[in-house]
């Protein structure tokens, strides 16, 4: 079956970095993107990766390895309002979205 | 980047009648549009996915007559829960894929229906 891993809660202080990490198992591969959620407001994209390797975007980076079923999303210089559910969602051969049930980040002051 | 508006964003409604929400594409078109559901602390639930000018395909589980979804254009499908009961509160989002596919999606803000 087709399934998306990722830790369900973490906790980390404003100003530090922290890594959130998705493994995943899906029938082909056409992406994988991250996208931020905040309590009763609809998904903000975050990231798109197809290729392997690191891509940067301000704060926020996303990672990718194909051959590992493997990405992370790296958030520096935290914020109170990064606080958040960071969704992993993995593109199949189909071109139907596979989610992760999402990581809940708490920023702590 | 492209927006999608959805609307109603809350609507509340008494058990047995029916809601429709909208979802257009504001600045580019979709061939394609999905339908999620969202239950409280869970990850979004693909419902259906919404095609301009066919079908619109079921996930399993999903009821067809239920939940009535049209995508009559390129910007614009809609979701009609018909005979709606206090189970089908929920948050109801959608997303639409631009035409010239370039891998991402875009998200309405979401629908909040509650069911009394």
């Known amino acids: 079956g087709q399934n998306i891993d990722q830790p369900t809660e973490m906790t980390a202080t404003e100003g530090a970095i922290v890594q959130i990490n998705c493994t995943y198992q899906?029938?082909?591969?056409?992406?994988l993107f991250w996208y931020q959620q905040h309590a009763g407001e609809a998904p903000t994209f975050l990231s798109y990766?197809?290729l392997d390797g690191l891509e940067e975007k301000g704060r926020f980076s996303s990672f990718l390895s194909r051959s590992k079923g493997y990405s992370y999303l790296l958030l520096k210089e935290l914020q109170m309002k990064d606080s958040a559910s960071y969704l992993c969602?993995?593109?199949?051969?189909?071109?139907?979205?596979?989610w992760g049930a999402g990581t809940k980040l708490i920023i702590k002051p | 980047g492209a927006v999608v508006s959805q609307h109603p964003s809350r609507v509340i409604c008494k058990s047995g009648t029916s809601v429709k929400i909208e979802c257009r594409s504001l600045?580019?078109?979709?061939?394609?549009m999905f339908w999620y559901r969202q239950f409280p602390k869970k990850s979004l639930m693909l419902m259906a996915t919404?095609?301009?000018?066919?079908?619109?395909?079921?996930e399993q589980g999903v009821e067809k007559d239920k939940f009535l979804i049209n995508h009559a254009s390129l910007t614009l499908s809609t979701l009609t829960v018909t005979s709606a009961h206090p189970e089908d509160s929920s948050f109801y989002i959608c997303?639409?894929?631009?035409?010239?596919?370039?891998?991402?999606?875009?998200f309405g803000e979401g629908s909040r229906l509650t069911v009394l």
């Open positions: 997303s639409a894929r631009d035409r010239r596919d370039t891998g991402e999606l875009f």
């Open positions: 600045d580019f078109q979709a061939t394609t």
């Open positions: 919404s095609n301009e000018g066919s079908k619109a395909t079921y």
């Open positions: 899906t029938s082909g591969f056409n992406g």
């Open positions: 990766n197809v």
């Open positions: 969602a993995v593109m199949d051969s189909n071109y139907q979205l596979i």
